[in-house]
């Protein structure tokens, strides 16, 4: 297991630095020059200004130069400084991925809890109403648009009933402490875990029904109740066991997807996330701070993946680490 975990990190870092590089090269590629930007903001369009920008952040030395720099500094954990921000990247990524790492693995939680639950009771009660209900749920989430979603509970939830908060990540001059700020968060958090979670929890429920239906045919479920055992014996430990591995495989694609739909949503919930991160970036040309984004979605993604390949062992004990 051990040499297994070996491999997949060092491919994991070698998948990195490929990311970094192409990242690094598409990044100059858009239209837009961060100097230019800043010294407009500023109220200055002096041509020396606009290169005196450009040289304190070394945007006027060749790409090739650029880019080593950048991937030495990745190589010793040094993400670079925000133009914008004026504060090192890696300190602006680690306050906001506490709230992205909160949002994404509760929404994630949610969505395979509820589609393998869904896909499960559609799969036992194929051919009937509940069958034909769970799969139209199932495709009214997957086809709506996470934004779209996202407002419709605002309305509903929070400016009709009242029941949630709209935005944000607490209370702003609450300073609860404890248990109660605790609540507070987990009030904040419903709506955008589940605004993600819905959507992926209708692939999750598909996939789910889908297996399990392929798997009910198969000769080891009939010889299982040909011995007589309960049909909630066969469901749980013959069926959904070995319906699952397709249902792992899709979570573990879905990381990077999964990470993709948090932008949108900490966008409209103002979620303090890496994801409203990136979004502001982007809009203020801020190249050090998009990249150092991209660098820790990415390594997420990789781990995601690994983490994925270790449930299968979990999931099914024949398969082996080697293969």
Known sequence: MLSFVAQRIVKGVVVLLAIVVMNFFLIR???????????????????????????????????????????????????????????????LISERLPATLLLTLTAFAISLALGILFGTLAARFAGTWADSAITVAALIFYATPIFWVALMGIL????YLGWLPSFGYETVGANYQGFERFLD???????????????FMATYTRMTRASMLEVKRLDFVKTARAKGLRDNVIQRRHVLRNALLPVVTLAGVH????????????????????????YEALLQRDYNLL???????????????????????????????AS
């Open 29 to 91: 590629l858009a239209p837009g020059d961060p100097a230019v930007v800043m010294a407009g903001e500023a109220g200055a369009s002096d041509p020396v200004f606009v290169a005196q920008l450009r040289e304190k952040f070394s945007l006027d030395k060749p790409l090739p130069e650029q880019l080593l720099t950048y991937v030495k500094g990745i190589v010793t954990l040094d993400l670079g400084f925000s133009f914008r921000q004026q504060m090192p990247v890696s300190k």
């Open 291 to 321: 990249l150092g984004v991209f660098v820790v979605c990415s390594a997420m993604v990789l781990i995601f993946n690994l983490i994925t390949d270790l449930v299968y062992r979990l999931v099914d004990p024949r398969i082996e680490f």
């Open 255 to 278: 990381s990077g997807t999964l990470i993709g739909g948090a932008v949108i949503t900490e966008t409209v919930f103002a979620w303090p996330g890496i994801g409203r991160l990136m």
């Open 156 to 159: 509903l939830f929070s400016v």
């Open 185 to 199: 968060i987990g009030a904040h958090l419903v709506m955008p875990a589940m605004t993600i979670g819905l959507f």
